[in-house]
């Protein structure tokens, strides 16, 4: 019986220590005179801090947070796929070796990893015409449709950097067979 409550005890007092320390991970420490972050600040991003000073009848505490400010908007990474989509169509070697770019199927993310450059990522639907004709053969044997046949239509993933003052594109890929095969470069 003493036996278990020791076992019981122990457990309790890990699982207390587990917890203790996944919140002293997330949280901030106390220092005289104010609030320090535990993590390192991140230089490449522009910071807006905002400084809470709470007064009671015997201390003064001073609290500061910060927020990173790489977000962007959604409007502005529209705009910058809408940039990107019409350059991609443009460009004679993007539509010899990808094809025409048809549509923008999904928004995977997007947002300023450096003061003044937008990065978005979307999937894109990329078709190639075919020669066709010869897979759609009218019935009775009255020889073949007029019908282009196509060859089907490929997704691949585009990674683009843009400027955000200018709106020019300073970097495309696009990673075709998710990024497992050959990607295509814009030359900017």
Request: proline share 4%; aromatic share 6%; charged share 20%.
């Given at each position: 019986?003493?036996?278990?409550v020791a076992f019981r005890c122990a457990v309790a007092l890990?699982?207390?220590?587990?917890?203790?320390?996944?919140?002293?991970?997330?949280?901030?420490?106390?220092?005289?005179?104010?609030?320090?972050?535990?993590?390192?600040?991140?230089?490449?991003?522009?910071?807006?801090?905002?400084?809470i000073i709470t007064t009671t009848a015997s201390t003064t505490?001073?609290?500061?947070?910060?927020?990173?400010?790489?977000?962007?908007?959604?409007?502005?990474?529209?705009?910058?796929?809408?940039?990107?989509?019409?350059?991609?169509?443009?460009?004679?070697?993007?539509?010899?070796?990808?094809?025409?770019?048809?549509?923008?199927?999904?928004?995977?993310?997007?947002?300023?990893?450096?003061?003044?450059?937008?990065?978005?990522?979307?999937?894109?639907?990329?078709?190639?015409?075919?020669?066709?004709?010869?897979?759609?053969?009218?019935?009775f044997g009255l020889g073949q449709s007029e019908e282009k046949?196509?060859?089907?239509?490929?997704?691949?993933?585009?990674?683009?950097?843009?400027?955000?003052?200018?709106?020019?594109?300073?970097?495309?890929?696009?990673?075709?067979?998710?990024?497992?095969?050959?990607?295509?470069?814009?030359?900017?």
């Amino acid at each position: 019986m003493k036996a278990s409550v020791a076992f019981r005890c122990a457990v309790a007092l890990l699982q207390f220590c587990t917890i203790l320390t996944f919140v002293n991970a997330f949280t901030t420490n106390n220092v005289r005179g104010g609030i320090r972050p535990l993590h390192p600040p991140i230089s490449i991003l522009q910071r807006q801090s905002t400084a809470i000073i709470t007064t009671t009848a015997s201390t003064t505490t001073t609290t500061t947070t910060t927020r990173l400010m790489a977000q962007i908007t959604e409007k502005e990474a529209t705009t910058a796929i809408a940039t990107v989509v019409k350059t991609l169509q443009k460009d004679k070697a993007a539509l010899s070796e990808l094809g025409r770019l048809t549509k923008t199927n999904n928004i995977l993310g997007y947002g300023m990893p450096r003061p003044g450059i937008i990065a978005v990522r979307f999937n894109a639907s990329f078709q190639k015409g075919g020669m066709g004709r010869s897979s759609i053969p009218l019935p009775f044997g009255l020889g073949q449709s007029e019908e282009k046949e196509g060859r089907g239509t490929m997704v691949g993933q585009v990674k683009a950097s843009v400027d955000g003052k200018t709106g020019k594109v300073l970097a495309a890929s696009v990673f075709r067979d998710l990024g497992y095969g050959r990607s295509f470069d814009l030359k900017v």
